[in-house]
RNA sequence: GCCCCGUUCGUCUAGAGGCCUAGGACAUCACCCUUUCAAGGUGAAGAUCGCGGGUUCGAAUCCCGCACGGGGUACCA
């Protein structure tokens, strides 16, 4: 795993790390982090703590990289610097590579050209065979040169990808890339190549957008007279609509979005697993399972869609039905905290206000779809009060708006009486009430909820008074009663 | 333009010559459950397997063209 630190970690590059680790685990073998800051002018200081952190969130644990250190250290390439100049020299030396010391508008005319009369584009070798004495005069004049790759100009090279096969490239279309740029550091190319061959990297998983480059890199382990690793590309992520690499621009991209967002890092994962791999019908995975299941080889290589919508399944999914109440209660109460509903001793598994906490949280687990909802969702179990709310939402539809009163009156004087661990017992004496009054469930059970929850919408209305107890329910009946004698 | 990769329900996918009257999941719709909202259950609809040629007794599966989609085409990764 060789991120940039250039921005937060891309769900696309997520997976791609996700399959990575996934594949390494499977097989007992090791996952490496490196940081690839070779390019200073896009670098953003604080993404490479962020990197970290969502490696982290996601499960993902590196076994050699920055923080945990390893035996081909350092894991920082800006860190590394000598190794590929002087690995660059070596090129130069044997005749592999090459000054050049063409200017940007030279290339930009140079390209254009190509692309004009329909060639391929790229440079021209213009620098290739230049003389001795044309370097030193170039030098003279202060120029400082890159250093380019002497591609074969004639043959082919190529490669066999875990996932495509052997894909082959015509050497007289590839172009002399440059490895080492003017201000001293290597291109993404050079030092990726001296990084796995040192670092001893046996597989390199990266998108397909490196496809394009990787004969390069073929060559210049060929130049290196190294064995080069096995490759392996899976598709990009395309934005919802086909159209494209999935961008900022389509929502959430950032992994640590998702962790705000209120996203578990399980639902993420199993999410981005299936994203071009599957094993037959299963859909849900441990990490165990996935990490026996999954196998590079079967990852589909054809793009993929992001779907906001199947993840957003997924992860109500493993909030209603994988998560155990206690650890969702764990996971919940810090936004229950911030949110000033809970106090810092809520977070003791053992305090009464945990457990009250926790009794609120199981009436909702099924009605979760994100972890930041269960503060509106479970607000008004942890307040006196309800919420302020429209005195008309206390009358149903089809229902006299004079009955609302009397009837939430004689609910009350039932409810006085009533044990409020036994909700079947409370539905019986309400029912009966129902039968008296002549009205439907929904009419009297409706005001009810309104005057206790404050909303419309709610769980189940037993399980909530038996919840909230017995003194603030009949408060809050008596409270809606108020109301309505005012209105 | 040039190079590379890809192409099964709207979406993610199963499928490695006969088991396919193409299976599952998300989304959609209907019904059931039901005090609201969810969750759950049942079912429906949805794919001439991109198109055209081959190979074969037989092709979604193999081969060749074409079309379309995606990626690349930087002193970015």
Redesign the pocket.
Known sequence: M???P?GDLHVGGARTALFTWLFARHHGGDFILRI?D??R??FVDESMQGIFEALRWLGLDWDEGPQVGGPYGPYIQSERLDLYQERAAWLVEHGHAYPCF???ER?NEV?AA??ER??????DRHCRNLTLEQIAEYRAQGI?P?IRLKMPLEGTTSLTDLL??E????NR?L?D??IL???G?????LAVVIDDHLMKISHVTRG??????SPLHVQLYEAFGWEPPIFAHP??I?K?D????LSKRDGAVGVLEYKRNGYLPEALDNYLA?????S??Q?IFTREELIEKFDLA?V??????F?F??LL?MN??YI??ILTLEDLTQRCIPYLQQAGLVSDVAGDPSSAEHAYAQSVIALLK??MKLLTEVVELTSFFFTEETEPYEPSLLVPKKTEPSAVGPALERVEAILTEADFDDEAAM?ASLDELLAELGLK??QL??AI?VAVTGR????????TMRVLGKERTLARIAAARAKLAAG
Not at 167 to 170: D, S
Not at 185 to 189: D, G, L, M
């Open positions: 060789a991120p940039s250039t690839e070779t390019d002018k896009r063409c200017s940007p290339l390209r190509h692309r329909g060639e391929p584009p790229g440079y400082e890159v495509r096969g894909i082959t490239w015509e279309l172009e890339a440059v740029k003017s201000d550091y290597p291109t993404y190319h397909e957008e490196w496809l394009p480059s598709s990009v395309l919802p086909g159209k494209g690499k299936l994203l071009g791999w599957s037959g019908d859909e079967d589909n290589p054809s793009p993929s869609r779907s919508e199947k399944w109500q999914h209603n039905h099924d009605r539905q469930r929904g059970y409706m909820r419309t919408v709610s769980p189940g209305l037993f399980e």
